[in-house]
């Protein structure tokens, strides 16, 4: 079971935007982050909790172990108006979080 | 150009039944876990399982949601992956993706399908 906080945000350009992601149990760093833009497939951003994903801009990055995981945009810009899912991959069956949801005030 | 491509979507009446197909292609498909994932409208992403390859003999795994009603299958000589569906209720209704997994034993999502709807109405 995979919890992520907040549910939404709003922010401004340029500025830095954390989302946390909690599993009911120690996963380890068996963590991804996808973003889901408006009516497109999601796209992977980040593995292994902190392992950016080839052509991900670095300005996303992730941290955590166990239990707890962070997806942070240093400085938000307007083409990442999404929503961000967690998932975890440590044992069948994987899930994903219920999502965060960012856009811009 | 890797590519996934789903089919088999539509119009379904309430405890009928449906497969949806998943093409692959540009990729050693038979050297790849494959996954469902569904999507609402409106709502977030759901897992429901995956199938392992031969090395891993075939295994499958679903989401407790679907257990027992959903199967997934896969046949290699035709780069495709499925996922049959019984005993379908409203609350299926949803977008349906299938996604290749990085390593059999890395399930993190690497490639994604368009998805096809499923609609299940009387």
Known sequence: ?105 | EVQLVESGGGLVQPGGSLKLSCAASGFTFSGSAMHWVRQAPGKGLEWLGRIRTETNTYATAYAASVKDRFIISRDDSKNTAYLHMDSLKTGDTAVYYCARAYLDSAAFLLVWGQGTPVTVSS
């Not at chain 1, 796209?43 to 992730?62: D, E, H």
């Not at chain 1, 929503?83 to 856009?103: E, R």
């Open chain 1, 1 to 105: 079971q995979m919890t992520q906080s907040p549910s939404s945000l709003s922010a401004s350009v340029g500025d830095r935007v954390t989302i946390t992601c909690r599993a009911s149990q120690g996963i380890s760093i068996y963590l991804a982050w996808y973003q889901q833009k408006p009516g497109k497939v999601p796209n992977l951003l980040i593995y292994a909790a902190s392992t950016l994903q080839s052509g991900v801009p670095s300005r996303f990055s992730g941290s955590g172990s166990g239990t707890d995981f962070t997806l942070t945009i240093t400085s938000l810009q307007p083409e990442d108006v999404a929503t961000y899912y967690c998932q975890h991959y440590h044992s069948v069956p994987f899930a994903f979080g219920p999502g965060t949801k960012v856009d811009f005030k």
